[in-house]
């Protein structure tokens, strides 16, 4: 089966029954896990017109409230560390990080996360091996959004998943199709309002109808093997 994410980032907007009502929606559509990010200041002045950015970003004053809301609805959550003092907070919330495209070379970031012990997910354009099969390479074209054309799907069946920015959920499904043990989307509560992600980002309704054409395949891979 598929351990699937969704990353809601930014998009919960910081605000915490926003964020339970999200929890709710994912754990009803068996999505696996949440992801959020840990962001550096740097990160977080890029984007001034974005009063709530900071506040979405998981730190020492809110981290608790979000493990709470998590844990209170049995659904796992993990982050993306911006930087290598983050993993010093986050350790002791998390089971699994995530290093996305623009770190996957940040030897320091790297070093620190591996060294946890802990699993990782790695999102990033070229195939990376690791000896360690804690750590998963997603495949990912860093640009927002990207077009189904775009995406070369010759090379995304080596790696261990999809990290996707694309609106067309025939990706996704392709890439279930082509074996993807791990699928990262982002979703967004509504796309009514304004936040950074939401022209890359899926409903939960949207989600809900690609769930269902994965489980159609995944029937028929069942039925197959048996």
């Not at 409903?203 to 069942?222: C, D, G, H, L």
């Amino acid at each position: 089966m598929t351990f699937i994410t969704a990353e809601i980032g930014a998009n919960w907007l910081g605000d915490f029954e926003l964020l339970e009502w999200m929890v709710i929606a994912c754990k009803k559509a068996n999505i696996d896990a949440i992801k959020f990010q840990s962001l550096t200041p740097e990160i977080i002045a890029k984007h001034p017109e974005l009063t709530y950015y900071q506040d979405s970003s998981v730190g020492p004053g809110n981290i608790e409230q979000i493990d709470q809301i998590c844990k209170k609805h049995y659904l796992e959550w993990y982050c993306t560390p911006t930087h290598p003092d983050h993993v010093e907070f986050l350790d002791p919330y998390v089971n699994r990080y995530k290093i996305r495209t623009a770190d996957c070379e940040n030897k320091e970031l790297c070093d620190k996360v591996f060294g946890t012990g802990k699993r990782v997910i790695i999102s990033s354009q070229k195939l990376l091996r690791y000896d360690d099969e804690r750590i998963k390479n997603l495949y990912c074209i860093p640009r927002y959004p990207t077009y189904f054309e775009e995406h070369n799907f010759n090379l995304m069946q080596h790696f261990d998943g999809l990290s996707n920015h694309c609106l067309n959920p025939l990706v996704m499904l392709k890439a279930i199709m082509l074996g993807a043990k791990y699928l990262e989307f982002h979703l967004t509560p509504t796309k009514d309002i304004f936040t950074l992600d939401n022209h890359v980002s899926y409903t939960i309704e949207q989600f809900i109808e690609v769930s269902r054409w994965i489980s159609i395949w995944n029937a028929k891979i069942i039925k197959v093997a048996s």
